[in-house]
């Protein structure tokens, strides 16, 4: 279904400009990072869809194959009902995935604790290599993987390969962090003459690596990658809506050399394995992506003997300022793009707009433009931008905002359920657009579906006072030509990741070593995030040591 018609054309055409996120990196390669351009896109094209034939074909008439656990290296099937992932396109099954107990979460966390002292006292720069070597199996499997995600979690073509691409490039940041570093061992200065002293970061042990579904590749990746290559091990639980993509990452490691034991994987319900895994009191850290209500559970739950690292990324209500400056194209482009790639499903997305009152009525007719003309359905086809949501609960909490919005204020655009071929058999909603007033609700709960709020503010500074009012302070940014603003907005908007006057995504399109993921407020812990020079530091602890020369 393409959702424009008439004028609507040369709006469609520029979003695809925009989309058209990669760099070539060979003549029969391309590299998408969200936000560059020029490709071959035939031979992308063929390329993904040669991966998507592949990967269909392993399918069958039953729809998949049934998958273990994997615990020390060795497959495990316990005897719980298996979860059935079913693809949000169509409902298709894509295979039965293992269930992992809380006695199966044991026996991961005691092959992760066997194996952490040989792999944490292995010198660092063979860790960097085996990490490297995953990091190129990643690129050699991206379009397979890519393929995978578009089927698992509903991302377009160019979402899903930016998966794959951001998990290889996150591996290759945190193992150069550990180069940089030299390993993180620093000589220190001398008290007396007969002292020899270091500082040595040391890896804290076992790490629960727990992901959420939207990125189940690039987070699960860098999480991970960040873990390992400090010496820790790992008990990794993908999303309940993403295993295969999970258990790909497991095989890309297992076939780079990562010896057995260091990285587990426990496919799981989050209420059974997920909440047993942190619990556990052999895990000596945990990195977890996902809800802030989780999130702070898992900070105020996993500390009881003594404080253990605990580092999070919880989720953001990102807003983007339009002022009466702006390129109004460009703001909308930017709006468009971060509010609508997948589905609205990411913690950097656009979810709420505060417009200047002198261009408001300009902007927004620009942005419905650009609503219009994107194509909707089955991301796997080519240029598709806008696909299903992940579930039938992402639906469902779809259709209450819309209600709260058509109660508080006035839907624009979208605002339904898609029906009708190819819709009825996945979970696909109307992109969607309200205007609100300042004080509703929705300008404040994050909800993770495609509706935007819109609000019409007065000037910068009511602008930015709105924008801090949530408890969230992830992503934000701001279409202005006036230095000032753009000043005044770094200043004093609470957001760890900002972006000024960006065409290819008002909020989003972080990457390895460009933009640092940190979240502020109720959308992260520790202040340092990933993508970022300080993040694989966190992993690991400090150790003083003092030689006394005889």
């Given amino acids: ?8 054309g040369d709006a469609r055409a520029a979003i695809r400009r925009s989309f058209s996120n990669m760099t070539v990196t060979a003549s029969t390669q391309s590299k998408i990072t969200y936000t560059s351009a020029d490709v071959d896109w035939d031979l992308f094209h063929r390329q993904f869809d040669d991966a998507l034939a592949r990967v269909r074909s392993r399918l069958g ?18 005897p719980a009902e298996p979860i059935v992932d079913l693809s949000p396109i169509d409902g298709s099954v894509l295979g039965r995935f293992a269930a992992a107990t809380a006695a199966d979460v044991d026996r991961a966390v005691a092959a992760a604790r066997a194996a952490k002292t040989a792999w944490g006292r292995r010198d ?18 991206k379009f397979e993987l890519a393929a995978i995600m578009s089927l698992e979690v509903g991302k377009s073509r160019l979402e899903s390969m930016g998966d794959a691409e951001e998990s290889a490039d996150l591996i290759d940041y945190y193992c150069g962090q550990m180069d940089d570093a030299g390993g993180f061992v620093r000589q220190m200065a001398q008290v007396t003459p007969i002292e020899r002293n270091s500082d040595v970061l040391r890896p804290y042990g076992v790490f629960a690596c727990i992901a959420p579904f939207n990125f189940p590749l690039a987070l699960s ?4 990658s960040a873990a390992l290559v400090a010496g820790n091990t790992v008990v990794y639980k993908p999303a309940e ?17 990562l010896p057995a034991g260091c990285f587990n994987y426990l496919s799981g ?5 997920g909440e047993a895994l942190w619990r556990h009191a052999g895990v000596d850290g945990v990195v977890f992506t996902g809800s802030k209500e989780i999130g702070l559970r898992i900070h105020h739950g996993i500390s009881s003997r003594w404080i253990k690292p605990c580092l999070l990324e919880l989720g953001g209500k990102n807003a983007a300022i339009v002022m009466d ?31 200047h009152q002198r261009v408001a009525e300009p902007f927004v007719a620009h942005l419905l433009e650009q609503t219009k003309a994107l194509k909707i359905g089955d991301p796997t086809a080519r240029d598709v931008f806008f696909g299903p949501v992940i579930n039938a609960a992402a639906v469902e909490k779809f259709e209450g905002a819309v209600a709260r919005a058509k109660k508080d204020g006035k839907i624009l655009i979208g605002g339904a359920r898609l029906r009708g071929a190819p819709f009825d058999r996945g979970h696909y909603v109307a992109p969607t657009i309200a205007t609100l007033p300042l004080q509703s609700a929705l300008f404040l709960e994050e909800l993770f579906v495609p509706l935007l709020a819109v609000g019409v503010v007065s000037g910068l500074e009511e602008a930015i006072a709105e924008t801090n009012k949530t408890d969230y302070g992830l992503t934000a940014g701001i279409f202005s030509q006036r230095e000032s603003d753009i000043a005044r907005f770094f200043d004093d908007v609470e957001a760890g990741v900002c972006y000024v006057n960006k065409r290819t995504g008002a909020t989003t399109g972080a990457w390895p070593g460009a933009q ?12 340092k995030g990933g993508c970022g020079p300080y993040y694989v530091a966190q992993f690991m602890r400090e150790q003083s040591r003092t030689v006394i020369e005889p």
């Fill in 1 to 8: 279904m393409d959702a424009s018609n008439g004028a609507g």
């Fill in 61 to 78: 008439g039953g729809g998949g194959r049934d998958y273990p656990l994997y615990i020390g290296g060795s497959a495990v099937t316990p």
């Fill in 124 to 141: 660092w720069r063979e860790r960097v290599a085996t990490l490297r070597r995953a990091a190129a199996l990643t690129r050699e499997r």
């Fill in 221 to 224: 990746t860098g999480m991970s």
């Fill in 241 to 257: 809506d993403a295993p295969w993509t999970g258990l790909k990452l497991y095989e890309v490691y297992r076939d780079a050399g």
């Fill in 269 to 273: 319900h989050g209420s059974e394995a």
């Fill in 325 to 355: 400056t702006a390129d109004l194209s460009a703001a909308a482009e930017g709006v468009a793009r971060s509010a609508f790639g997948l589905q609205n499903q990411k913690c950097s997305a656009t979810s709420r707009v505060y417009v």
């Fill in 516 to 527: 640092p993921f940190t979240g502020w407020k109720g959308s992260g812990s520790s202040g």
